[in-house]
């Protein structure tokens, strides 16, 4: 009983002095959105340093990538956070389409299980995330399962969320098509490699997460 | 394939394997209309490799493991197919493996994972 006891004292005061010093914020999504793409484009606006490598074939990211103490300043407020990048969530995962991309069969077999298990860890670091921004890819239909489910899991954890449409410098870019798909949040359009609207992304940014 | 109770799922199967998974009766007649995946014995090593290294060190991989929900079935090693629904509910991680073969508990082990942290 005192152990119980003294567990949830230990459990409220972390909690306590964690409350607004180290707010997480999450970039989560289905592959080759362009979340480490973000992550690196505000990591360089603020850090000057890069914080994933990023690539064309999916499942870059395969491990759950964390860059701490990240302060922004926007018209004089200023915001500090952890910025947590995670694996793209899939439904499907294929070494076949590895292969495709070039790499040799074990390799391919080797990401697909890395792959795996970064969409087990990402899902299992949801609850940690005091904000998350959901990157997609504004060229692709929304109406996705993986869209959905991971849109419906925010909502249902009344998690705070920011949400991104990026590639809008490319031309098949549908902003009004992800917006009547997710109307109960504002989307922002964003290109994060090429910077573009990154004003407007880090004004809603604060929004989210006053 | 062993009953409910059997002493094999206690003591392991004759072929040493520890890793059980429960398929319901329902699952069974099911999959019994579906396309048949018959793999190696290679294969299959592979992916019950694969899956304790998805788990991590924490899972004791002596003991024998039975669990019922599907949420990461595995066709062939390298190939999988994720339930993002029942993975987001955080039920019991369960992997299958050909007809289902087996499964593991991820929940345990988050749980166990998350205390390391």
């Known amino acids: 009983m005192a152990g119980i006891f003294k567990r949830f004292l230990g459990k409220f005061f972390r ?8 707010i997480k914020l999450g970039l989560y999504g289905p592959p080759n959105g362009g979340k480490t793409t973000l992550a690196n484009k505000i990591c360089q606006d603020w850090l000057g ?30 915001l500090k956070f952890n910025l947590v990048d995670t694996p793209g969530i899939a439904t499907r995962i294929d070494y ?25 860890d990402s899902i299992k670091w949801l609850d940690d995330m005091d904000a998350v921004i959901v990157v997609l890819d504004s060229t692709k239909d929304p109406y996705t399962q ?38 109960q949040y504002e989307l922002i359009g964003i290109s994060a490699k090429f910077g573009k ?3 407007d992304f880090y004004e809603t940014l604060f929004k989210i997460t006053k | 394939m062993y009953g409910d109770a059997s002493n094999k799922i206690i ?11 429960y398929i319901k009766k329902s699952a069974l007649e099911k999959r019994e209309n579906e396309e048949q995946i018959i793999l190696s014995k290679k294969d299959k090593e592979q992916i019950e490799k694969d899956v304790y290294d998805i788990l991590g060190p924490q899972i ?19 190939k999988y197919e ?21 499964v593991i508990d991820v929940v345990e082990s988050f749980s166990r994972s998350k205390d390391k942290e």
């Not at chain 1, 890069?50 to 018209?75: C, F, L, P, W, Y």
């Not at chain 1, 076949?96 to 970064?118: L, P």
């Not at chain 1, 990026?166 to 997710?182: E, G, P, W, Y």
């Open chain 1, 15 to 22: 909690n306590l002095f964690k409350k607004k010093k180290d």
């Open chain 1, 197 to 199: 609207n990154m004003d």
């Open chain 2, 60 to 78: 004791d991989t002596e003991k024998p493991i039975v669990l019922d929900l599907e949420s990461i079935k595995i066709k062939k090693p390298g």
């Open chain 2, 11 to 21: 003591e392991g199967c004759t072929c040493g394997g520890k890793l059980f998974f």
């Open chain 1, 146 to 183: 993986v869209n959905i489910t991971i849109i419906g899991n925010l909502e249902a954890r009344n998690i705070p969320v920011l949400l991104v449409g990026n590639k809008v410098d490319l031309k098949k870019s549908d902003l009004k098509k992800m917006q009547a798909a997710f109307p």
């Open chain 1, 96 to 120: 076949e389409e590895f292969i495709k991309e070039g790499m040799k069969e074990k390799e391919a077999k080797e990401r697909a299980k890395e792959a795996t298990k970064g969409v087990i």
């Open chain 2, 82 to 102: 994720l339930d993002l629904v029942n993975l987001f509910k955080g039920q019991p991680l369960v992997y299958k493996l050909e007809e289902g073969k087996y």
């Open chain 1, 49 to 78: 340093e890069d914080m994933g490598s990023v690539s064309n074939v999916a499942h870059e990211t395969r491990e759950i990538q964390i860059k701490e103490e990240i302060t922004i300043k926007h018209k004089g407020r200023e």
